[in-house]
Structure formats: C-alpha cells, structure tokens
C-alpha cells in the first residue's frame, strides 16, 4: 500500500516545493488545528444560511434559464436578489452582472443616494483606492466632487481605535452617507470586525439618526457568523469576484440594505422609472447561484490560507497583519517585507503555483485607479478574481504584499509554499 505522507511529499516535491520548506510548512499547520476547526464551524453556520435562504424563496431549475434583451419578469435575477436579502439580513437587494466590479458596485450605492449639497463622510481613515476617484479626492471625471458633493475624512487614531470625538464634529447638518470600510484595502490599520462597525453605526446614529451607513464589505462576507446589515447598516455592498460569488461568477457586484437605498441604486444602474425591472442575466445567472452556495466553503479555505501564511512569515520575522494569532474579519493577509526583491518572490511564488498561467512572470506595472506601480500574481479562472489565490500590493515602501483567496485550502497552502520556495531560493529567508 502506498505511504500517503510519502506520496504527498513526492507530489509537492514534482511541483517544486522542497523537503525543507515543506518541513517547516508542515510544523506550521500543525499549531492551527484548534483555528481551523474554529474557521470550519463558522463555514458550517454560513452554510445552512445559504441554504434556508435558496430554500424560503423557492429556488428552482427554472431559475437558471438566461433571459437577454431588456431581461422583463426574469425570475432567476429577482429570486436570487430575494436570497442575498434574506442571507445577509436586507430588505432588498440588486446583485447584477451589469455592476462590473466592486469600485462600481460602490460607486453606484454612492452616486444613487447621494445628491449635490449633500457631504459623504469615511470616519475610518481614507477609502480604497480605487475610491480616491470616484470620490474626488484624486480629481477625475465623473467623481462626487464635480456634482457638487463634498467629503469629509476621520481618520483612526493611532492604536486603531475610532475617534469619536473627532467623527461627532465631523457630522453636520449636509452629512449624508458615511462610508465604512471594512477590510484595510492597501492599508496597514487592521479590520474591523462587524461588531465594531455596530458600534461605530450606533453612534454615529445617536448624532444623526437619519444618515445612512453604508459599509464596504468588500473581502467580508461569510468570514464572520454575521453581516453589516445585522448590526444596523443601511447598506452593504462588495463584488462578486471576491467572496460571494464563491469563484464561479465570473462578473458582478451585489447592493443590499434598505428599500429605498437599493431602489435609489437600481435606478441610477438602469434608469429612473426603469429600476429593477430590466437588466437581463444572460447566461451567468447559474454560476451565482452556485458560486453562493459555495461561498462560505470556499471563504473557509481562504481564511486558513491566510492564517497560514501569517504564522510562517511571522516566524521567519516579518510584520504580518493581522498577526498569526488574531481573530479574523476579512481573507486579506499583509505582509511588509520591506524589500522590493522579496515582495516580488513572493508573487511570483503564488504566479508558479496556479492552475492557470502557472509559467508567466508577474512584473510591476502601472494600473489605472492606482497612482504607484503595482505587482499582482493571479492564475485565475476569471481575470482579476480575487477570491481565487492572489498576492498584489504597490511596489513601494513597506512592500507590503496583499494576499488573498484560495477556491480550495489545498491550493492556498501550495501557493504559500511555493512562495516561501522562491525567497529560500534566493537566501532572502533561513529556515532553521
Ligand atoms: C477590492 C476592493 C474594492 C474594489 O473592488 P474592485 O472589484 O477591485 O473594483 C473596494 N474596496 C475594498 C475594500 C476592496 O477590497
């Protein structure tokens, strides 16, 4: 009979992960037994709450058929939208492959809700960067700031805690949305988990109960037993290459919340007086059925790749964040490597050990939205997923990597190994 530790060896040693870099990967996942059985209960929670949602609104074969043109009575888009609502809590919901990303799919709830003469206020520090433009904060086309809508900034305080003092000056009377950011984007501050964005919503109410609270769930969902929208958010809003469409949807952004916020949202999407009522699903309506069905399995896997990769290089002494032993709030996983040629390993690491595109090279390069060079390794199935493995980060001081993602925690863990392989190669770590 076969020794299965062998045989494993033997695979990772065909892909090119060495017996030192394995070994020490092994003595590793072995301290996160006790975590990964935490991160398996939660996806087992999240699970059956797919499930009853797909139950009570009556999923159906049916639901899967495309529909194209102006996409009238399409019953598989308007039960799938009855699903997030009731999944994450929501009155409505609009989750659309017409909503091409999440810097959309926010800029949309923004636009849609906001209203010249109204402020937009991020009492969380400065927004992802994407969002620089559409805000106004970097000039562009088509920003909040050329419709006359201005914005005000609260940033955290040193230790990462909010500044209530600095936020309740901050409202006034043309506030009108606040912006709450939930993952740390290409930042350094750490997440914050649903409980203190219920904290932070509950006061800014107690100010200004009428503002709406939007948060940006973008790397959040199912990571936690609870979403935004539980603990008091107006709206919630994220894309569908990240979590929920769980790998398989191969486009879209999702806006849940309040009725008349959605309403707002479909509105600008489509156009007033059509809404919700067009937008065909072509034929990708299936996948994001699917793809949420899987999404809390799927979020499992990233999250124990992400804690993975924070235990080995916090042992090989790098600034993880979080670090190895925090608890978790979105799969981002940081790491500063301080050193261009490390952070470049690093993703070519991930790059090498992909299903698709294995053999490229991942270089820096200019993106539109960013204003310092960027280097990002995916061997995606659909481009740019960000829920499949993938390390990006601004090729500038701290070198800070961002990783993400994994479909599967076995391919999540090779992808940390191969990266660990290539900075062992190059003398840039020693494994002891
Ligand atoms: C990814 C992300 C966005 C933007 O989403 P894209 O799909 O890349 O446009 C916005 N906010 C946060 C926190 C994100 O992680």
Redesign the pocket.
């Known amino acids: 009979m076969l020794d299965t530790n062998e045989a494993i060896y033997r695979q990772y040693e065909t892909l090119g992960i060495s017996k030192e870099v394995l070994d020490f990967g092994t003595s590793v996942e072995k301290e996160l037994k006790e975590r990964f059985d935490k991160i398996d209960t939660n996806a087992e929670y999240n699970q059956l709450k797919v499930i009853a949602a797909m139950q009570k609104n009556k999923v159906s074969a049916e639901c899967f058929q495309a529909s194209s043109g102006y996409g009238y009575n399409d019953l598989g888009r308007d039960t799938l939208e009855r699903v997030y609502a009731d999944c994450f809590g929501a009155e409505d919901a609009l989750v659309r492959p017409q909503i091409t990303?999440?810097?959309?799919a926010?800029a949309l709830a923004l636009m849609s809700n906001l209203r010249p003469g109204d402020e937009l206020l991020s009492p969380v520090g400065k927004p992802?960067d994407?969002?620089e433009e559409v805000i106004g904060i970097r000039p562009s086309k088509g920003s909040l700031a050329e419709y006359g809508i201005t914005y005000a900034q609260v940033d955290l305080l040193p230790d990462g805690e909010f500044d209530y003092d600095g936020i309740k000056k901050a409202i006034n009377e043309k506030t009108k949305l606040v912006t709450i950011?939930r993952?740390k984007?290409y930042a350094t501050r750490p997440t914050l988990s649903v409980k203190r964005i219920g904290e932070l919503i509950a006061f800014v109410k107690s100010i200004k109960p009428d503002v709406i609270c939007m948060v940006?769930n973008?790397?959040g969902e199912f990571v936690e037993d609870t979403e935004p929208i539980q603990v008091g958010a107006d709206m919630m809003v994220g894309?569908l290459?990240?979590n929920p469409g769980g790998g398989l949807a191969p486009i879209g952004g999702y806006i849940v919340g309040k009725k008349e916020c959605v309403e707002n949202a479909a509105y600008r999407l489509t156009s007033p007086g059509l809404g919700k009522e067009v937008g065909a699903s072509l034929g990708v309506i299936q996948s994001f059925y699917q793809g949420f069905f899987l999404a809390p399995t799927v979020v499992s896997g990233a999250l124990k790749g992400a804690i993975f990769a924070a235990k080995i290089y916090e042992k090989l002494g790098f600034k993880v964040v979080p670090d190895g032993t925090e608890s978790r709030h979105d799969i981002i996983q940081a790491v500063e490597f301080n050193n261009r040629d490390a952070m470049i390993a690093f993703c070519e690491g991930i790059q090498a050990a992909a299903p698709v595109d294995s053999y490229v090279t991942p270089e820096p390069w200019a993106m539109p939205g960013y204003d310092s060079d960027v280097i990002m390794a995916a061997g995606a199935f659909v481009q740019g997923s960000?829920i499949e493995l993938s390390a990006d980060g601004p090729v500038k001081p701290p070198y800070a990597v961002y990783f993400q993602g994994g479909l599967t925690w076995y391919h999540a863990k090779l992808g940390i190994l191969m990266s660990l392989q290539k900075l062992y190669e190059r003398n840039l770590v020693k494994l002891d």
């Open positions: 990303c999440g810097t959309h926010l992802y994407t969002l950011q993952s984007g940006d973008c790397y894309s290459i990240k960000s």
